[in-house]
């Protein structure tokens, strides 16, 4: 047996009246008739000062609230980036591209493709310095910079004199299939 008290009619509760007040608007009383200003030796009302609002029309709730003095502005500290896994995974990428045209390419072709990678690590390494000097970080390491330049220009000579294009193209699909897997897992 429960406790609940049971009402006749089923799940429906009876029909009480509802109570005054909820979610409406209360009722606004009405103003008071204002007397009429009488105009002074000037003929109107002094500058600057604001009149009542119009008749009928009642003042936003939120105009009581408005600031008078301007909020203090807090200047946000750039923030440094974590780790060099854009230079590791650029990188990676070129020597993906890189030895996976090889053997379809002069090596003219790749001697440029080497000196344009040189230029774009040697600019981004410019880029990272500014960025140290302007913010006033401690300087970072500078031998990644080096290490990716030189070690990815290397890569790609061994990689290809050792195993070929086609073995680098699918190295480089396998490689790119477990990353992708691997960032539909995290997110």
């Not at 060099?84 to 995974?89: C, D, M, V, Y």
């Not at 090889?102 to 390494?125: M, N, S, T």
């Amino acid at each position: 047996m429960s406790d609940s008290p049971q009402y006749p009619g089923g799940y429906e509760y009876p029909e009480e009246p509802e109570p005054e007040g909820g979610y409406g608007r209360p009722p606004m009383p009405r103003p008071a008739p204002e007397p009429a200003p009488e105009p002074g030796p000037g003929q109107g009302r002094p500058p600057g000062r604001a009149g009542p609002a119009p008749r009928g029309e009642h003042p936003v709730a939120a105009e009581r609230f408005r600031r008078t003095t301007r909020a203090r502005s807090k200047s946000i500290p750039a923030e440094r980036s974590r780790g060099f896994w854009r230079l590791g995974t650029g990188t990676v990428f070129y020597v993906m591209i890189v030895g996976g045209m090889a053997d379809y390419v002069e090596p003219a072709v790749r001697v440029g493709a080497h000196l344009v990678f040189w230029v774009l690590i040697g600019l981004a390494f410019l880029i990272a310095a500014a960025r140290e000097r302007r913010h006033d970080w401690a300087p970072r390491p500078r031998w990644p910079w080096m290490a990716a330049a030189l070690g990815g220009a290397v890569a790609v000579e061994v990689l290809f004199l050792a195993f070929g294009s086609p073995a680098i193209i699918i190295g480089a699909v396998v490689l790119l299939a477990l990353g992708a897997f691997f960032l539909m897992l995290v997110g």
